[in-house]
C-alpha cells in the first residue's frame, strides 16, 4: 500500500516538473489556459486526483492560477525574472570590524509580535515537527537517570554524535563520533574553530557579503578580515583569493559555500574540491559553515568542502538551528586535526552544552523522523521562496536585481543606487517591516543598495502586504 502511494506522488511529481519545464522555456506562456483537470487526466493516463495535485503543485509555486468558472492559466514566466545582482566588489584591504550599531538597530525588536519580520533568516515555527519533538523531549526526561540534569560529555552526547555522523553520509562524509564536538549552535562552532586557527592580529578571509555574525567574532578576537569578491551564483573567487592569500599573508579561510546568507550562492562541488587543494597545497585551514546544507532545492545535497579534505585541515560546522530546533541551539564541529585545540577552548568557555536538548535531538534522529522532516521543509521553502521571488519581481521597479537561489532561506535585493537601505529599513520599521539592510553584511559598510529579505515564513495575505508596502516605499523614495 504504501508503495502505491509513493508511486502515485511520484507521479504527479513528475507532471507537475513537466509542466513547469514547459512554462520556463515558454512553450506555455504568460495568460495561456491549461488543459482542464480531466483533460489533463485523460491525455496523462492519471486519475483526476492526481491531476488536481499536479496543478495545485504549480499553483502553490506562483506558477499558474485557477480562475473562477474558466480553469487554470499560466501566471509566472522567466522573461518576467529579474537580472541576477552582480558579483561583489569589496576594497582589496584587510581592516577591522565596526558594524555592532547597525546590527543592533535592525535586531532589537527581533521578536516583536508587532513586526512582520523579513529579517530572519530561520524557519517559522508552523514549519517545524513541534509535536513530534515535543514527545522526544518527554522520553529524554524519562529515559534519563538523571532527568538530564547531569553535566553531558564536553565533547557531546554521544548517542547525538552518532546521528550526526549518520547524517553526514549525505555529503559524502564518514567522521566518527570521536570526530564531531557538538556545540551550543552554529556560532558556537565557529567561534571556536577560528579561536583554535588563529591568533589576535591574523587576517582571514571570506566572502563578501556575508553572514555578519561572523565579522562580530573576528572583531572578537582582535582579527582582520579579507573579503574576497563572491558571485550570486558559484560563490567566492578562488582565483582573487589565491592572490590575496600571499598578498595579506592569510592564517584562514572561512566560507559558507552552500547557500551562502545572505546571496543563497551554492559553489560547484568541483569548485570545492579545487579550493580545498589549493588551501591544503598552503597548509591554511578551512573553516566551513555548512548550516544550510540540508536546505537544497534540487534533487540531491550539494557536497562540502569537508568531503574533499585529506588533510585535516576543514574544520567543518552545522546546525540544527536553521532546520529543526531554533532555539534549542545544538551545533556541531568536524575539527580534523584541530579537534584538541576546539575542545580545549569548550571546556574553557562552556564545558558542556545542553544535555536535555542533546538528548531530545539524538531521540528525534533515531526514530528516522528527521529526513521526512527535511522532505516537507525543503518543499515549503522552495515553494515559498518562488512566491516571494516572483512578488519582488512583480511590485519593485523595473531595475532591481535580485539573486534566485537554490536552497536556504533568503533573498539578496539590488536596488538604484540612489536608494540607501539602512534608511529603507528605518523607513520601513514605521510600517512595522523589518529587513536585513546590506551594508551589515560587510565590514566595509558596502552594499548600502542592497538588502535581505528571508522566505522562512509561508506566503500569506500579510506577506504579500508587506512586500506591496516595500515596494511603495521605494517607489515613492524615487
Same mark, same amino acid.
Not at 597545497?281 to 585529506?310: A, Q, S
Given at each position: 500500500?504504501?508503495?502505491?502511494?509513493?508511486?502515485?506522488?511520484?507521479?504527479?511529481?513528475?507532471?507537475?516538473?513537466?509542466?513547469?519545464?514547459?512554462?520556463?522555456?515558454? @512553450?506555455?506562456? @504568460?495568460?495561456?489556459?491549461?488543459?482542464?483537470?480531466?483533460?489533463?487526466?485523460?491525455?496523462?493516463?492519471?486519475?483526476?486526483?492526481?491531476?488536481?495535485?499536479?496543478?495545485?503543485?504549480?499553483?502553490?509555486?506562483?506558477?499558474?492560477?485557477?480562475?473562477?468558472?474558466?480553469?487554470?492559466?499560466?501566471?509566472?514566466?522567466?522573461?518576467?525574472?529579474?537580472?541576477?545582482?552582480?558579483?561583489?566588489?569589496?576594497?582589496?584591504?584587510?581592516?577591522?570590524?565596526?558594524?555592532?550599531?547597525?546590527?543592533?538597530?535592525?535586531?532589537?525588536?527581533?521578536?516583536?509580535?508587532?513586526?512582520?519580520?523579513?529579517?530572519?533568516?530561520?524557519?517559522?515555527?508552523?514549519?517545524?515537527?513541534?509535536?513530534?519533538?515535543?514527545?522526544?523531549?518527554?522520553?529524554?526526561?524519562?529515559?534519563?537517570?538523571?532527568?538530564?540534569?547531569?553535566?553531558?560529555?564536553?565533547?557531546?552526547?554521544?548517542?547525538?554524535?552518532?546521528?550526526?555522523?549518520?547524517?553526514?553520509?549525505?555529503?559524502?562524509?564518514?567522521?566518527?563520533?570521536?570526530?564531531?564536538?557538538?556545540?551550543?549552535?552554529?556560532?558556537?562552532?565557529?567561534?571556536?574553530?577560528? +579561536?583554535?586557527?588563529?591568533?589576535?592580529?591574523?587576517?582571514?578571509?571570506?566572502?563578501?557579503?556575508?553572514?555578519?555574525?561572523?565579522?562580530?567574532?573576528?572583531?572578537?578576537?582582535?582579527?582582520?578580515?579579507?573579503?574576497?569578491?563572491?558571485?550570486?551564483?558559484? #560563490?567566492?573567487?578562488?582565483?582573487?583569493?589565491?592572490?590575496?592569500?600571499?598578498?595579506?599573508?592569510?592564517?584562514?579561510?572561512? @566560507?559558507?559555500?552552500?547557500?551562502?546568507?545572505?546571496?543563497?550562492?551554492?559553489?560547484?562541488?568541483?569548485?570545492?574540491?579545487?579550493?580545498?587543494?589549493?588551501?591544503?597545497?598552503?597548509?591554511?585551514?578551512?573553516?566551513?559553515?555548512?548550516?544550510? #546544507?540540508?536546505?537544497?532545492?534540487?534533487?540531491?545535497?550539494?557536497?562540502?568542502?569537508?568531503?574533499?579534505?585529506?588533510?585535516?585541515?576543514?574544520?567543518?560546522?552545522?546546525?540544527?538551528? +536553521?532546520?529543526?530546533?531554533?532555539?534549542?541551539?545544538?551545533?556541531?564541529?568536524?575539527?580534523?586535526?584541530?579537534?584538541?585545540?576546539?575542545?580545549?577552548?569548550?571546556?574553557?568557555?562552556?564545558?558542556?552544552?545542553?544535555?536535555?536538548?542533546?538528548?531530545?535531538?539524538?531521540?528525534?534522529?533515531?526514530?528516522?523522523?528527521?529526513?521526512?522532516?527535511?522532505?516537507?521543509?525543503?518543499?515549503?521553502?522552495?515553494?515559498?521562496?518562488?512566491?516571494?521571488?516572483?512578488?519582488?519581481?512583480?511590485?519593485?521597479?523595473?531595475?532591481?536585481?535580485?539573486?534566485?537561489?537554490?536552497?536556504?532561506?533568503?533573498?539578496?535585493?539590488?536596488?538604484?543606487? +540612489?536608494?540607501?537601505?539602512?534608511?529603507?529599513?528605518?523607513?520601513?520599521?514605521?510600517?512595522?517591516?523589518?529587513?536585513?539592510?546590506?551594508?551589515?553584511?560587510?565590514?566595509?559598510?558596502?552594499?548600502?543598495?542592497?538588502?535581505?529579505?528571508?522566505? #522562512?515564513?509561508?506566503?500569506?495575505?500579510?506577506?504579500?502586504?508587506?512586500?506591496?508596502?516595500?515596494?511603495?516605499?521605494?517607489?515613492?523614495?524615487?
Amino acid at each position: 500500500m504504501r508503495d502505491e502511494i509513493t508511486r502515485t506522488d511520484h507521479k504527479y511529481v513528475e507532471v507537475a516538473e513537466r509542466i513547469e519545464t514547459q512554462i520556463e522555456n515558454e @512553450v506555455l506562456k @504568460v495568460g495561456d489556459k491549461l488543459l482542464s483537470v480531466r483533460a489533463l487526466s485523460k491525455e496523462q493516463g492519471i486519475s483526476l486526483s492526481t491531476a488536481f495535485q499536479a496543478y495545485y503543485a504549480l499553483e502553490s509555486k506562483g506558477l499558474i492560477e485557477a480562475r473562477p468558472q474558466s480553469g487554470y492559466y499560466v501566471k509566472h514566466s522567466k522573461r518576467f525574472m529579474r537580472d541576477l545582482p552582480r558579483p561583489s566588489e569589496p576594497l582589496d584591504e584587510a581592516l577591522p570590524v565596526t558594524i555592532d550599531d547597525m546590527i543592533n538597530s535592525v535586531y532589537v525588536n527581533l521578536n516583536s509580535g508587532s513586526l512582520l519580520n523579513f529579517s530572519m533568516a530561520a524557519p517559522a515555527i508552523e514549519l517545524l515537527p513541534v509535536a513530534k519533538l515535543n514527545k522526544a523531549v518527554a522520553h529524554a526526561l524519562r529515559e534519563s537517570e538523571t532527568s538530564c540534569l547531569h553535566y553531558e560529555h564536553i565533547q557531546g552526547s554521544v548517542a547525538l554524535r552518532k546521528q550526526i555522523g549518520r547524517q553526514a553520509f549525505n555529503w559524502g562524509g564518514t567522521p566518527g563520533e570521536n570526530d564531531i564536538v557538538v556545540t551550543a549552535g552554529c556560532v558556537e562552532a565557529l567561534s571556536l574553530c577560528i +579561536k583554535a586557527v588563529t591568533r589576535p592580529g591574523d587576517a582571514v578571509a571570506i566572502e563578501s557579503p556575508t553572514y555578519f555574525a561572523i565579522f562580530q567574532l573576528m572583531q572578537s578576537y582582535g582579527l582582520k578580515v579579507v573579503e574576497i569578491p563572491t558571485d550570486p551564483v558559484t #560563490g567566492i573567487d578562488i582565483d582573487h583569493l589565491e592572490q590575496a592569500i600571499t598578498r595579506f599573508d592569510i592564517k584562514a579561510c572561512l @566560507v559558507v559555500n552552500n547557500f551562502n546568507n545572505p546571496l543563497g550562492s551554492c559553489m560547484p562541488d568541483d569548485r570545492k574540491e579545487r579550493l580545498v587543494h589549493m588551501l591544503a597545497l598552503k597548509e591554511i585551514p578551512l573553516i566551513e559553515d555548512d548550516i544550510y #546544507g540540508e536546505l537544497y532545492f534540487g534533487k540531491t545535497r550539494p557536497k562540502t568542502c569537508k568531503t574533499f579534505d585529506k588533510k585535516g585541515l576543514v574544520l567543518h560546522c552545522g546546525s540544527f538551528s +536553521k532546520s529543526l530546533a531554533p532555539g534549542y541551539r545544538i551545533g556541531w564541529t568536524i575539527p580534523g586535526i584541530y579537534k584538541d585545540a576546539v575542545l580545549r577552548l569548550k571546556r574553557m568557555h562552556t564545558v558542556s552544552t545542553n544535555s536535555l536538548a542533546q538528548a531530545a535531538v539524538a531521540n528525534f534522529l533515531e526514530n528516522g523522523r528527521y529526513e521526512l522532516h527535511l522532505r516537507h521543509l525543503r518543499k515549503a521553502l522552495h515553494t515559498q521562496s518562488l512566491r516571494y521571488f516572483q512578488a519582488v519581481c512583480e511590485h519593485f521597479p523595473e531595475d532591481t536585481l535580485i539573486t534566485r537561489p537554490q536552497g536556504g532561506f533568503t533573498l539578496w535585493i539590488e536596488l538604484n543606487k +540612489k536608494i540607501n537601505a539602512f534608511k529603507l529599513h528605518k523607513r520601513a520599521l514605521k510600517h512595522n517591516i523589518g529587513i536585513a539592510p546590506g551594508q551589515i553584511f560587510s565590514s566595509q559598510g558596502t552594499y548600502e543598495n542592497c538588502f535581505r529579505i528571508s522566505y #522562512g515564513a509561508p506566503w500569506s495575505p500579510a506577506i504579500e502586504g508587506g512586500i506591496k508596502t516595500l515596494a511603495k516605499i521605494i517607489h515613492d523614495w524615487r
